[in-house]
Nanobody, 123 residues
Framework: VQLQASGGGLVQAGGSARLSCVLS????????VGWFRQAPGKDREFVAA????????SYANSVKGRLTISRDNAKNTVYLQMNSLQPDDTAVYSC?????????????????WGQGTQVTVSS
């Protein structure tokens, strides 16, 4: 199982970006998926998750209403649409998959992790 995240870059405050996470080596439909981020000097934190069927999501309070997670099992891809970005959103964003049906917010639940993609929001 391999995960490849992409779509990061430099964005101005108030702007948008869409991250993609492609799973290879396994069918995405068998996994719950989460996005996590880690800013310099800070611990990794939960951002968003989608359950295995794709009908339930979880979000960190800091991103609710601005970020949206979605999945396309046919393309083995999960997306994170990021709107109204702020400098505090600057971090390396990583996707992860876990063999459970729910949209877990706990990093320890996830089994496989991608390398991450850098998102930098300038003020």
């Amino acid at each position: 199982v391999q995960l490849q995240a992409s779509g990061g870059g430099l964005v101005q405050a108030g702007g948008s970006a869409r991250l993609s996470c492609v799973l290879s080596g396994w069918s995405l439909s068998t996994w719950a998926v989460g996005w996590f981020r880690q800013a310099p000097g800070k611990d990794r934190e939960f951002v968003a998750a989608v359950n295995r069927p794709g009908d339930s999501t979880s979000y960190a309070n800091s991103v609710k209403g601005r970020l949206t997670i979605s999945r396309d099992n046919a393309k083995n891809t999960v997306y994170l649409q990021m709107n109204s970005l702020q400098p505090d959103d600057t971090a390396v964003y990583s996707c992860a998959v876990g063999p459970f049906p729910t949209a877990s917010t706990w990093a320890r639940d996830y089994r496989y992790w991608g390398q991450g993609t850098q998102v930098t929001v300038s003020s």
